[in-house]
């Protein structure tokens, strides 16, 4: 079982739906917990940023985590046919003593197409 | 803005075929990352350097792979010989602190290596 497993969809949405992106996870040590996305034959650019549960909104991007269920979305609003990409969901883990190499642990990525 | 620099971007040799990559992190950046990408996956960690010093390479194939990053700038990562299953997106990451932090890590536009 891998430690991040992320819905790989496809999604295929027309313009100005509104997108949700999952991934659970299977390591408690994980604490920070991010989403990138990539376009075709680029490298990944991070999009969101989070260490604590609950939600963390810039501009038509939510991104949301719940430690509990060891669950995390993405969520985008009144999406664009520029968003249309690979979104990737990774994560970083934080050890009892301090140490963490921050090495990310990524999702299998999900690619969104938005449709004018 | 700062980028990460990657070369070359496509290359396609031969299995048991020597190859290698070079990467330039942004300016100033302690901690270096070398991900495999495999089509339709998520990025995997290969090696970290922190600095000059390896500090993660459990992920690494050392019968066929090394890496260096000599005077703690720039890195080369080197296949010898290729296989068929090294095809993949080789990317290169850096972020700003030591490793161990919840630094931001920045992406390279990475190396799509092809092995026939």
């Known amino acids: 079982q891998k430690e991040v497993e992320q819905d790989p969809g496809p999604l295929s949405v027309p313009e100005g739906a509104i997108v949700s992106l999952n991934c659970t996870y299977s390591n408690s040590a994980f604490q920070y917990f991010m989403w990138y996305r990539q376009y075709s034959r680029k490298g990944p650019e991070l999009l969101m940023y989070t260490y604590s549960s609950g939600n963390k909104e810039d501009g038509r991007f939510t991104a949301q985590v719940d430690k509990s269920s060891k669950y995390i979305s993405l969520f985008i609003r009144d999406s664009q046919p520029s968003d249309s990409a690979t979104y990737l969901c990774?994560?970083?883990?934080?050890?009892?003593?301090?140490?963490?190499?921050?090495?990310?642990?990524f999702g299998q990525g999900t690619i969104l197409t938005v449709h004018p | 803005e700062a980028e990460v620099a990657q070369s070359p971007r496509y290359k396609i040799t031969e299995k048991s075929q020597a190859v290698a990559f070079w990467c330039d992190p942004i300016s100033g950046h302690a901690t270096l990352y070398w991900y495999r990408q495999i089509l339709g996956q998520g990025p995997e960690l290969l090696v970290q350097f922190q600095d000059e010093s390896v500090v993660d390479d459990s992920q690494l194939p050392k019968d066929r792979f090394s890496a260096e990053r000599l005077k703690g700038v720039d890195s080369t990562l080197k296949i010898q010989p290729a296989e068929l299953g090294d095809s993949a997106m080789y990317l290169c990451?850096?972020?700003?602190?030591?490793?161990?932090?919840?630094?931001?890590?920045?992406f390279g536009p990475g190396t799509r290596l092809t092995v026939l």
């Open positions: 990451a850096s972020s700003p602190g030591v490793s161990g932090s919840s630094d931001t890590q920045y």
């Open positions: 990774a994560m970083s883990a934080y050890y009892a003593g301090g140490t963490s190499y921050g090495k990310l642990t």
